[in-house]
């Protein structure tokens, strides 16, 4: 197992820009492939974005936010980021990092990543 810890979060304005960090302890970050998830108000945990270990090489995103949002990772800060550009209030939600030991499988489902950090409060005003 690894401990998540998430930050970055906040308010901001319909088009700003915000990076959210996940730190993660432990000895194996190489190991791992990394997610995040997204929670809104009443409604159910839903997927934005994996990163797989470094020998895959994958990075994939949910239709909502192809093309605004980037994951990645800094294997030497045992750290995930994920760069959030030109948000909407439809983003607003808080924001779970999660992580896999071993290859991706159904990485769009939250069963399939062992540990999650607490999460982090996104809110974008209109």
């Known amino acids: 197992q690894v401990q998540l810890v998430e930050s970055g979060g906040g308010l901001v304005q319909a088009g700003d820009s915000l990076r959210l960090s996940c730190a993660a302890s432990?000895?194996?970050?190489?190991?791992?492939?990394f997610c995040w998830f997204r929670q809104a108000p009443g409604k159910e945990r839903e997927f934005v974005a994996v990163i797989s270990r470094p020998m895959s090489n994958i990075r994939n995103y949910a239709d909502s936010v192809k093309g605004r949002f980037t994951i990645s990772r800094d294997n030497a800060k045992n750290t995930v980021y994920l760069q959030m550009n030109s948000l909407t209030p439809e983003d607003t939600a808080v924001y779970y990092c999660?992580?896999?030991?071993?290859?991706?499988?159904?990485?769009?489902?939250?069963?399939?990543?062992?540990?999650w950090g607490q999460g982090t409060q996104v809110t974008v005003s209109s």
């Open positions: 999660a992580a896999k030991a071993g290859p991706l499988a159904n990485y769009r489902t939250s069963m399939e990543y062992s540990d």
């Open positions: 432990g000895r194996t970050f190489s190991s791992y492939s």
